[in-house]
């Protein structure tokens, strides 16, 4: 089997990937497949880092738009990501691996502070570590915790799983038509607006020189192949 051209990464996922089918909530069945997906590579030697948003249950941004203070609805989004990243921790184990949740809030009673030397050391001894709360700050999105997660732990590639097969020029839902980047560049995305993660996220990891990949989640092996070296999805790196 070839060998991984990456050891240690960050998967990004979004809460509403959770939800599968449904509107709201977690989806067992999927929450099941990604961890599978996981512990496929995490076996086959990775050191894997997660990211989980929760736009599932809250999202800051949306609740400030009916009225809620910003800062409350962003607290209350954080606090979603902690009960989706207990539910991963959960069904990472159920199937056998190990894995720590690590909040940016203290909550210590369900799981450890995040700790970047902590956090490398879980990585080094195989466990899964899975960050909550975003940054811990409001007005961050989960997309620029995982961007900052990736660098402080030194992760050699930011995977964004979506439910797209990678980053295309108009949204391929209403334009059929529309073209997918193999690649781009960070100044790119950027100044075409492509919003699949936010600017703060691209800027960042342009900063520090840490590639992105975009990929279609739900495609079996996917995560494995990109490991692996395969070019599935779009490459954001510096061109």
Not at 121 to 126: A, D, F, N, P, S
Request: glycine fraction near 10%; hydrophobic fraction near 45%; aromatic fraction near 6%.
């Amino acid at each position: 089997m070839p060998a991984l051209k990456y050891k240690r990464v960050l998967l990004k996922l979004s809460g509403e990937a959770l939800m599968g089918r449904g509107d709201y909530g977690i989806d067992p069945d999927v929450l099941s497949w990604l961890a599978r997906e996981v512990i496929e590579v995490q076996k086959a030697g990775a050191q894997v880092g997660l990211v989980i948003g929760g736009g599932n249950i809250f999202r800051g941004a949306g609740l400030q738009a009916k009225g809620m203070d910003r800062v409350t609805g962003d607290h209350m989004g954080m606090l979603a990501t902690v009960m989706n990243a207990l539910a991963m921790q959960d069904a990472l184990e159920r199937l056998g691996a190990y894995a720590r949740t690590m909040s940016a809030l203290k909550i210590n009673e369900v799981c450890e502070d995040y700790i970047r030397r902590r956090a490398i050391r879980h990585l080094e001894k195989g466990r899964i570590a899975i960050f909550a709360a975003g940054t811990g700050n409001p007005f961050f999105t989960t997309d620029s915790a995982a961007a900052l997660r990736a660098i402080e732990v030194g992760a050699e590639l930011l995977l964004k799983a979506t439910k797209v097969d990678g980053i295309y020029e108009a949204d391929p839902k209403k334009v059929p038509e529309a073209r997918r980047f193999e690649q781009l560049s960070y100044e790119e995305v950027i100044a075409r607006n492509l919003q699949v993660m936010d600017t703060a996220a691209f800027a960042l990891c342009r900063d520090q020189n840490l590639p992105i990949r975009i990929y279609d989640m739900m495609q079996p092996g996917a995560l494995m192949r990109i490991l692996r070296g395969e070019p599935i999805g779009t490459l954001v790196h510096a061109g």
